[in-house]
């Protein structure tokens, strides 16, 4: 008889210590897949949690801040501006999602009446222009102080678009698809008067009303008309460009840089302030973590719980299969020593001790298996909760494939399975070498 048959008469004879073997496998790997589920699923919640939060930073050019002789506080520039080969020199680094330059402008239309703001007259009617490639992206519409309520968003391929608030399109009779001719203007003040500084008109540009947005904050300050929210327009960086308030490919304004990953934000800064293509000195970066630094600790924590877990399983469950692979092993001596007295070599039963672990396990990782499913939906539901439903319209919007944070892959599962073979294996040899490095007659006097 090969020690291929004795294994397989000894665990169909010995059910007892068959079944024992087998509830021990299968919990150990229902455990151990159940924990790198957890971690995983750790990491990708993280992960989804730092994406719905992103990050930004912005490049903009230093400003001086003075008092003048009225006593009025002035705020000037540098002048300086951002060339889009310097943006596209970010852009290369990797981990940007978006950028989002912006210029500044005002304009006056024969199609628009502004609302009347603070010392308001016919030559002081003017609106700002913020024009940029992303308008939902701008800081009002991200702080929820205006929300659009028709219409579209601007984004980098429109051309000759603009966003106006209800009240001027109310006040105006305009609708998302009419058109209005713009042309240049200047803010300026004589004498207290709010003036154009630019009379004799030389540009104008026609543009189409893309989207109407919706005032939700009151501001009682007393303001010119162009610094009014409701006389805001947000445009398509070709509308200034046209109306020779700005030049393609340079920006004065402040550049926006989207990335998904807060956790990347640093590490990006850090290269950015490398390049020689920006003056720093004339220039300076803000960044915005979108309150991600608050939960970054508690991510941590999270992610290093599980590891714990993971290890405290992995090493409970390794020790008690030794321990009790070595209670069965060493129950077998009068077996080993008789196999040995008949001329069996102790490789071939280390073979049979081997093969009769290796095809209980075997057979206890298949079983685990739905069983390990099972268990990971329950702590999905018990652990997350609805949270990844939560999450899944930001995380796709960003790029983030959704899906069940528990569910590892087939090649993880497998790997999982090899390791605990392994480890199986090295327990069965580390308990059979107490014996089998003594001869029979060693081990039939300690039978006595």
């Keep these: 008889m090969n020690f291929a048959q004795r294994a ?7 059910k007892g210590k068959t079944l ?8 150990v790997a229902v455990f151990l897949v159940s924990s790198f589920a957890v971690l995983n699923a750790s990491k990708m919640l993280s992960r989804d949690i730092r994406t719905s939060f992103g990050a930004a930073f912005y490049i903009r050019a230093k400003t001086e801040i003075t008092v003048n002789d009225f006593g009025e506080t002035e705020v000037r520039e540098d002048g300086v501006n951002i060339t889009q080969s310097a943006i596209d020199e970010i852009m290369k680094m990797g981990g940007i999602a978006c950028c989002n330059p912006v210029n500044y402008g005002f304009v006056k239309s024969d199609d628009i009446r502004f609302i009347a703001g603070d010392g308001h007259t016919p030559e002081s009617d003017i609106g700002a222009v913020t024009a940029l490639s992303f308008s939902a992206l701008a800081p009002d519409f991200a702080d929820k102080a205006i929300e659009l309520i028709a219409g579209n968003h ?17 006040a105006n009779r305009l609708s998302v698809g009419d058109y209005v001719m713009l042309t240049h203007a200047k803010l300026g003040e004589i004498d207290g008067e709010y003036i154009d500084e630019i ?23 007393p303001k010119p008309t162009a610094g009014l929210l409701e006389n805001g327009i947000y445009a398509s960086l070709d509308v200034l460009n046209e109306l020779k308030e700005s030049k393609a490919g340079f920006y004065t304004g402040e550049v926006g840089f989207y990335i998904t990953d807060p956790a990347e934000l640093d590490g990006i800064i850090r290269r950015v302030r490398s390049l020689k293509s920006i003056d ?16 970054a600790d508690e991510l941590l924590t999270l992610s290093r719980l599980m590891k714990a877990l993971l290890v405290c399983v992995s090493a409970v469950g390794t020790a008690v299969l030794v321990l009790m692979l070595t209670l069965c092993i060493r129950g077998r001596m009068r077996e080993v020593g008789i196999l040995l007295a008949t001329g069996i070599s102790k490789g071939e039963i280390l073979t049979q001790f081997l093969l009769e672990v290796l095809s209980v396990t075997a057979l206890a990782l298949i079983f685990s298996h739905a069983a390990s499913m099972c268990v990971s939906e329950l702590l999905e539901r018990i652990l997350f909760g609805e949270l990844p439903d939560l999450l899944n319209e930001k995380t796709l919007t960003a790029g983030v494939v959704g899906g069940s944070y528990m569910k590892l892959g087939g090649a993880k599962i497998f790997l999982i399975y090899l390791c605990h073979m392994a480890a199986v294996m090295a327990s069965a040899f580390v308990s059979s070498a107490a014996i089998m490095r003594l001869n029979p007659k060693e081990i039939l006097s300690k039978m006595s």
């Excluded at 024992?20 to 919990?27: A, C, D, K, Q």
């Design 8 to 14: 397989l008469l000894y665990v169909s004879r010995k």
């Design 20 to 27: 024992g073997l087998f509830l021990l496998n299968f919990t």
């Design 154 to 170: 601007i984004t980098e391929s429109d051309r000759g678009k603009i966003l106006i608030s209800e009240q001027l399109a109310n």
């Design 199 to 221: 009379p004799v008109k030389t540009a104008f540009v026609q543009v189409e009303v893309a989207g109407i947005y919706r005032v939700n904050v009151e501001d009682t300050a």
């Design 280 to 295: 720093w000195a004339t220039h300076f970066i803000r960044t915005n973590d979108f309150q991600y630094s608050q939960i």
